[in-house]
């Protein structure tokens, strides 16, 4: 079965860091990543998604992760956070070849930005 | 576009009652809805998946006696936990699946509270 590994729990970082948050998966297979955000007090958001072609993905908010297939990696990242960027940060992978539509979360990472 | 609702946002029953949630794609029709439950500081769980017109498909260790599930129509998905219990609390999360594309958006999530 599919899993998701998140690198870090809790990330603190002051505005203007570079931001990069770690996502590895396990099943080696056909896959779609996403990267979803979860602002305080709001329902999950998809912030980019990677299905095919260019393994470098641009989501919203300047935001971007890179799909490295042989690492099985899908970090986020962002180069200048802001305060506003304080959520908690999903990765999440689909299995292209067996689990129509079936999302496997990480454990999510929380992203506190101070100003 | 892909406003998924969810209703009522917030619930608190008392052990042993039936508690239903449900589900609402807005604007789009959604085949297949998925359910979910997130426990505190803890990532999501599918606990189920929801195809209209047919039975849904549970997860490994999700009781379905306990969480009925109904796809009535192309919009609506509902979710009843039955003769719920104070374990059961938790923030039961609903995403709807738009055609033609294997991503998911997902509702604002309910919280039920057992008391």
């Known amino acids: 079965a599919q899993s998701v590994s998140q690198h870090n729990h809790h990330v603190i970082l002051s505005e203007a860091a570079s931001l990069e948050l770690g996502c590895n998966y396990s099943y080696g297979g056909t896959v779609n990543l996403f990267w979803y955000v979860q602002y305080p007090g709001q329902h999950l958001q998809l912030l980019l998604k990677?299905?095919?072609?260019?393994?470098l993905v641009k989501g919203i908010k300047g935001f971007e992760a890179e799909f490295i297939k042989s690492k099985f990696s899908f970090n986020l990242r962002k180069p200048s956070v802001q305060w506003s960027d304080t959520a908690e940060y999903f990765c999440?992978?689909?299995?292209?070849?067996?689990?129509?539509?079936?999302?496997?979360f990480g454990q999510g990472t929380i992203l506190t930005v101070h100003p | 576009g892909a406003v998924v609702s969810q209703h009522p946002s917030w619930v608190i029953c008392k052990s042993g009652t039936s508690v239903k949630i449900e589900c609402r794609s807005l604007d789009f029709q959604a085949t297949t809805m998925f359910w979910y439950r997130q426990f505190p500081k803890q990532s999501l769980m599918l606990m189920a998946t929801s195809n209209e017109g047919s039975k849904a498909t549970y997860e490994q260790g999700v009781e379905k006696d306990k969480f009925l599930i109904n796809h009535a129509s192309l919009t609506l998905s509902t979710l009843t936990v039955t003769s719920a219990h104070p374990e059961d609390s938790s923030f039961y999360i609903c995403?709807?699946?738009?055609?033609?594309?294997?991503?998911?958006?997902f509702g604002p999530g309910t919280r039920l509270t057992v008391l």
């Open positions: 999440a992978v689909i299995d292209g070849g067996t689990s129509y539509g079936k999302l496997t």
């Open positions: 995403s709807a699946h738009r055609g033609g594309r294997n991503e998911q958006f």
């Open positions: 990677y299905f095919s072609g260019d393994p």
